[in-house]
């Protein structure tokens, strides 16, 4: 078996692990969220776009974190559905709202960047929308674990859901080249190479670990928070049968 | 030099930067609120036993 499985398996040395971890990572994303805003506010405003260049440092690095968070939603939910791991379901409960918020921000972003350069704050166009029905599918899980009181059908029903909503990750990624969008192309996870310079490509890069680290404690605090809150229902369910 | 100064695009720039931080914050806060109120009542109902 490959490690993630038995590492998920064992909810004590999860727990003994994300004690230390969870901080370690939240300050590993304090220092370079600083490192990258400082870079991002000394380069140089963009010929085209003039300041609003800046918005990028914030708007991409919360796009990419709306698709790997899915990713890990999938990954978790895979995880639960076939090895039946609680601490995978419970991984994967703990993404959503996580993933939810990024996607959330990158449309609100997207939105603040587009009006001064497209001049308007939406348009229907795959990009976009494939993020909105990104965005849709984290509310749809969060919902339906919401409205089953059974853990077990609401921790399979949610793993089927999240399966199903992978399927739109390779939509949003590949939509600026299947169809013709408004938005731009990618530039810097792309065949050849980043085309941008590196007076925004290390900022770009630096915020984008911040928010990865982010997630990653705030992931973790997330499970833990799970696994007290399966504990104290097991705790409550055990005292109520005396 | 630290460019604070976007000009024109003020309106779009902070209001950008003024939600992620407004939304890093709540994630912050409501994960750390959400694990410790768990915490307590998994350490409090595991305290009481199953006599309780």
Redo the contacts between chains.
């Keep these: 078996m490959f490690p993630a499985p038995a590492f998920l398996s064992n909810p004590e040395r999860f727990m003994a692990f994300s004690r230390w971890a969870a901080p370690m990572f939240g300050v590993i994303a304090a220092l370079l969220a600083l490192a990258g805003l400082w870079l991002g506010f000394t380069a140089p405003e963009d010929y085209q776009q003039g300041d609003t260049v800046r918005i990028m440092f914030i708007h991409v690095p919360a796009a990419w974190m709306s698709m790997f968070v899915y990713a890990c939603l999938g990954g978790a939910s895979f995880l639960a559905l076939v090895f039946r791991h609680a601490l995978a379901d419970a991984a994967a409960q703990a993404a959503a709202p996580l993933g939810a918020a990024f996607t959330v921000l990158a449309l609100a972003t997207g939105s603040l960047w587009g009006r001064p350069m497209w001049g308007t704050w939406w348009v229907w166009d795959a990009r976009l929308t494939s993020v909105l029905v990104l965005l849709l599918f984290y509310l749809a899980y969060m919902a339906l674990r919401a409205s089953l009181d059974d853990e077990t059908k609401a921790a399979r029903a949610g793993a089927i859901l999240a399966l199903v909503g992978v399927v739109n990750l390779p939509v949003v990624h590949w939509s600026v080249n299947w169809w013709n969008t408004l938005h731009q192309g990618a530039s810097v996870f792309r065949k050849g190479g980043p085309t941008m310079t590196v007076d925004y490509l290390y900022p770009l890069l630096l915020l984008g670990l911040a928010y990865m680290a982010a997630f990653g404690s705030l992931w973790l605090v997330r499970i833990r928070a799970e696994v007290w809150r399966r504990r104290a229902e097991a705790a409550a369910l055990r005292a109520a049968r005396g | 030099?630290?460019?604070?100064?976007?000009?024109?695009?003020a309106a779009?720039?902070w209001?950008?930067?003024g939600?992620?931080a407004l939304?890093?914050a709540?994630?912050?806060v409501?994960?750390?609120n959400?694990?410790r109120?768990?915490?307590k009542?998994?350490q409090a109902?595991?305290q009481?036993?199953?006599?309780?």
Excluded: C
């Design positions: 030099m630290l460019d604070l100064d976007p000009g024109p695009y779009f720039l209001p950008a930067y939600l992620t939304v890093f709540l994630m912050i409501g994960s750390l959400h694990a109120r768990w915490r009542k998994a109902l595991s009481q036993g199953p006599e309780a």
